[in-house]
């Protein structure tokens, strides 16, 4: 049974970090591409980026986010991660990972002084 848990979110002041993990179970992780999306209240679910399956992983990012995020994998603890830094109010979100078509319950993640 595929499981994904998100972890990390939390209530961040402008321009501050934070790291998002989603841990992965019941699949061969390493063979999987993995995703996080967004949703903030009101709007439809969003690609943030990408990374591809294998040791190294060729990563993806949208424009909104990019040189401010960072997605990386550990094949050995089957987790991804989603470093986040010069956060601005527009990055509140539900942050959710995914592989294939399976999804997780997503973190909060709320940018505000």
């Known amino acids: 049974q595929v499981q994904l848990v998100e972890s990390g979110g939390g209530l961040v002041q402008p321009g501050g970090s934070l790291r998002l993990s989603c841990a992965a179970s019941?699949?061969?992780?390493?063979?999987?591409?993995m995703a996080w999306y967004r949703q903030a209240p009101g709007k439809e679910r969003e690609w943030v980026a990408t990374?591809?399956?294998?040791?190294?992983?060729?990563?993806y990012y949208a424009d909104s986010v990019k040189g401010r995020f960072t997605i990386s994998r550990d094949n050995a603890k089957s987790t991804v991660y989603l470093q986040m830094t010069s956060l601005k109010s527009a990055d509140t979100a539900v942050y959710y990972c995914?592989?294939?078509?399976?999804w997780g319950q997503g973190t909060q993640v709320t940018v505000s002084s």
């Open positions: 990374i591809t399956s294998g040791g190294g992983g060729t990563r």
């Open positions: 995914k592989a294939s078509n399976h």
């Open positions: 019941g699949f061969t992780f390493s063979s999987y591409t």
